[in-house]
């Protein structure tokens, strides 16, 4: 079994075993019984068939027990539900930010790491906050899991009782890389996570420049990555200054991605398809993005091409 590596786990195993163990019954039971009745009452040539009558008791026996049954699996539900929306006092806080396609949690004071790091034997708060899609957080060690989104306050949380590293997968299809969107919950001794804690340098007091907030508000970020990997459209690594192959209506052609082409693209995006990117995804963003805010993208790029 799965290691049972925070205080929920095993109430939620329990539910999930008593439940798996009445469907196999259930399951043995009903068909043995189905076999048993096809051998014994299989009608033969020459002999009468059998007649059954109705049973006052057969029915109340397999109205009770049921009821009965589902009841209490309805008790072992709640009893792990139940702790899972009851924070105890004074449990640590951490913003679980999810975004196409990665995690990152914020400790506050401007530290945000990639993976979550939480002290053992303590319990922890994570505020779900999504960027853009819905995701779905989920922590299979520790049987907690819930929602990620957009403008919905949710939360969860857990005490970690075993050391170890753990993943963290999002289970909300939330596009291409979906799958791909996994972490790390490190859990450690309290003075190893304090240390730690204290020597993560602040990063995110740094705002978004003007342009790549545009872009992430019109969704670009969702077909075209930030870090040089294949979308629906080309990577924005690197983009400023590089020599891109595009396919027009007159053939194939060599640009160099300065102003006028990221201007193209943005109003015109099937005038220049770059080559092995399929034309007629894209729409047109003329009435959405403002000439102010164009300037303000292509500056973006314009700084992000002078760090490369």
């Not at 770059?274 to 003329?286: A, C, D, E, R």
Request: proline content about 4%; charged content about 20%; glycine content about 8%.
């Amino acid at each position: 079994m799965l290691n049972q590596a925070s205080n929920l786990a095993q109430g939620v195993d329990n539910a999930f075993i008593f439940i798996f163990a009445m469907a196999l019954i259930f399951t043995l039971g009903i068909t043995l019984f189905m076999i048993y009745t096809v051998i014994k009452y299989n009608r033969k040539k020459g002999k009468e068939s059998m007649t059954f009558t109705g049973s006052v008791k057969l029915e109340i026996i397999w109205t009770v027990i049921p009821t009965i049954i589902v009841l209490i699996m309805f008790w072992y539900g709640w009893k792990g539900f139940a702790p899972m929306r009851t924070v105890p006092e004074g449990a640590m806080e951490i913003d679980a930010i999810g975004r196409m396609w990665e995690w990152e949690f914020d400790y506050g004071d401007g530290k945000i790491s990639k993976e979550l790091v939480i002290p053992i034997d303590k319990p922890v708060k994570l505020n779900l906050i999504s960027e853009d899609v819905n995701h779905s957080l989920f922590i299979p060690a520790f049987r907690v899991k819930e929602d990620v989104v957009p403008g919905y306050d949710n939360w969860l949380w857990f005490t970690a009782t075993q050391l170890g590293d753990y993943e963290v997968l999002c289970t909300e299809y939330c596009g291409l890389l979906h799958s791909a969107m996994i972490t790390t919950a490190k859990v450690v001794p309290e003075a190893d996570y304090n240390s730690w804690l204290t020597n993560l340098v602040a990063t995110g007091n740094i705002p978004d420049h003007e342009g790549l907030t545009i872009l992430k508000a019109n969704g670009c970020i969702a077909c075209h990555s930030l870090d040089g990997a294949k979308l629906v459209g080309p990577s924005f690594k690197g983009l400023w200054g590089s020599e891109r192959v595009v396919v027009t209506d007159d053939g194939e052609k060599t640009v160099n991605a300065l102003a006028d082409y990221i201007k193209l693209s943005i109003t015109d995006p099937n005038a220049e398809v770059v080559k092995g990117f399929n034309k007629g995804l894209m729409q047109s963003y003329t009435k959405t993005i403002s000439e102010e805010d164009m300037g303000k993208i292509i500056d973006y790029f314009k700084q992000e091409g002078g760090k490369n």
